[in-house]
């Protein structure tokens, strides 16, 4: 089965600066790359995702990047604001619709004001 | 809509008890999702409904565990006899994926703690 592992657990940027958090996963049928925000005593919302036919995408601040041929995925926040502060899951999934979506380990990004 | 509901919030109960985790999804959508969430484990799917039926329970620990969805907009996950080792938060989740759209949305969780 897919297997993701997630790195770093925890990162620690100054307000402002950029933080990259890197995924990579097993299972080459996966086709759909999810990346949710956990803040604390809420669960998991989306903040961005891609498919596999796409190698990057931005939405503002944030931006995804995907590398079929390596099996890993990366996101990116620029410009990171106190309100960043947060548990981000990458997950990947290899069906349609939103099952089998196995999820990486978590980093804890704090931003330091 | 308000969003995918649980409850209780938070249970703490005796070893041994049932525990009875309730879910409402949001109205419209025909996948609903039980996910566990510790620290050792990260977040795992436990099982997963597609209009009512479940689909994969694949995750389900073991027998003391159960799920089950009546009606479009309830779920059950119970656990008889709890152990301390259950202790975790658990989320319901839910989505609706016409064409391919497939954003799960997430409950407030469950914590459950039993001592």
């Known amino acids: 089965g897919e297997n993701v592992e997630q790195h770093p657990s925890t990162l620690s940027v100054q307000e402002g600066d950029s933080a990259v958090i890197k995924c990579t996963y097993s299972d080459s049928a996966s086709n759909y790359f999810p990346w949710y925000k956990q803040e604390l005593g809420k669960g998991p919302q989306l903040i961005i995702d891609?498919?596999?036919?796409?190698g990057e995408k931005k939405d503002q601040r944030i931006a995804v990047t995907l590398n079929k041929t390596a099996k890993h995925f990366s996101l990116h926040i620029t410009e990171t604001q106190p309100e960043d502060s947060a548990v981000y899951f990458c997950a990947a999934s290899n069906g349609m619709g939103a099952q089998k979506l196995v999820f990486g380990q978590g980093t804890r990004l704090t931003i330091n004001p | 809509d308000a969003g995918v509901i649980q409850s209780p919030r938070h249970e703490v109960t005796e070893m041994g008890q049932e525990v009875t985790l309730r879910c409402k999804p949001i109205s419209g959508h025909n996948s609903l999702f039980w996910y566990r969430q510790t620290m050792m484990r990260g977040l795992e799917l436990l099982i997963y409904?597609?209009?009512?039926?479940?689909?994969?329970d694949s995750g389900m620990p073991e027998d003391r565990f159960s799920a089950k969805m009546p009606n479009a907009s309830f779920s059950t996950l119970k656990i008889q006899p709890s152990e301390p080792r259950d202790s975790a938060v658990y989320f319901c989740?839910?989505?609706?994926?016409?064409?391919?759209?497939?954003?799960?949305?997430f409950g407030q969780g469950t914590r459950l703690t039993v001592v």
């Open positions: 409904f597609n209009n009512n039926v479940p689909i994969d």
């Open positions: 989740a839910s989505s609706n994926h016409p064409d391919g759209v497939r954003e799960a949305f």
């Open positions: 891609i498919r596999s036919n796409v």
